[in-house]
């Protein structure tokens, strides 16, 4: 280990150095704290060398290159931006002043105070930007997606979860509840309760209820429109029924 720079310090580890003055490392090994008080707390390679305040806290092959900038782990992070970071992962960058990415894989976020949340190969390039598909509104009451799908393989509850229901996959509740609690019951896969306190059991796959109250469906393929107290226990049956 070398403590080469003035008042600098290496508390522990194997062939690491500290270069810069009252620079640290406390441990790990090949790493090198290079910037005016910069610092490696440990991990393998990692280098702190922005001219001023810079750190890596752990991982393999980080780096922080930019003032202030840190990298808290992860494999081959950079960090070259004024006080910009990284989290985690695995070869990220922020390359802008203030920019951060929390994790994943080969992110950038390359705008003034930009940031990544995580995932793969995601980029920030505006400034103040995100890699999140939402925006605010001009009146700042709504977020909108305008240009991105959405995949829920499980299902949606709009409103009340029903905490006696055990929703099936790929489901659609909108619920607005009761007590502060759900009504509905969308048990069948693939199946779609609005309304309130209506009901589409397990063996009820791809059925739907569209409104009303305490409708019930317990065969595959059904449908009730509306209506109270309606009852279907055979497949592919509408009520009202069809003329």
């Known amino acids: 280990n070398e403590a080469t720079g003035s008042k600098s310090s290496v508390s522990g580890g194997y062939a690491n150095k500290a270069e810069g003055w009252v620079s640290s490392v406390s441990g790990g090994e090949k790493n090198i704290a290079g910037g005016e008080s910069s610092?490696?707390?440990?991990?393998?390679?990692?280098?702190?060398s922005g001219e001023y305040y810079a750190s890596v806290s752990g991982g393999y092959g980080n780096?922080?290159?930019?003032?202030?900038?840190?990298?808290?782990?992860?494999?081959?992070?950079i960090a070259s931006g004024e006080y910009s970071s990284i989290s985690g992962g695995h070869k990220n960058n922020s390359t802008s002043d203030s920019s951060s990415v929390s994790g994943g894989?080969?992110?950038?976020?390359?705008?003034?105070?930009?940031?990544?949340?995580g995932g793969n190969k995601n980029t920030a390039s505006n400034d103040f930007s995100s890699n999140s598909p939402f925006t605010h509104s001009d009146d700042g009451k709504w977020w909108v997606a305008e240009d991105s799908h959405f995949l829920f393989t499980k299902g949606i509850v709009i409103g009340r979860k029903n905490p006696k229901c055990t929703y099936g996959a790929a489901?659609?509740?909108?619920?607005?509840?009761k007590n502060n609690r759900g009504t509905n019951c969308p048990g069948g896969v693939g199946s779609v309760t609005f309304g309130s306190t209506n009901i589409v059991g397990k063996k009820g796959p791809t059925s739907s209820i569209l409104g009303g109250l305490k409708n019930k469906i317990g065969k595959r393929g059904s449908s009730i429109l509306g209506g109270r107290d309606n009852v279907i226990n055979k497949a592919f049956e509408t009520s009202p029924a069809s003329d």
């Open 105 to 117: 894989l080969e992110n950038v976020a390359s705008g003034l105070s930009s940031s990544v949340s």
């Open 63 to 77: 780096m922080a290159s930019g003032d202030s900038a840190s990298v808290s782990g992860g494999i081959e992070n």
């Open 171 to 177: 489901t659609l509740s909108v619920d607005v509840g």
């Open 39 to 48: 610092s490696v707390s440990g991990g393998y390679n990692n280098k702190a």
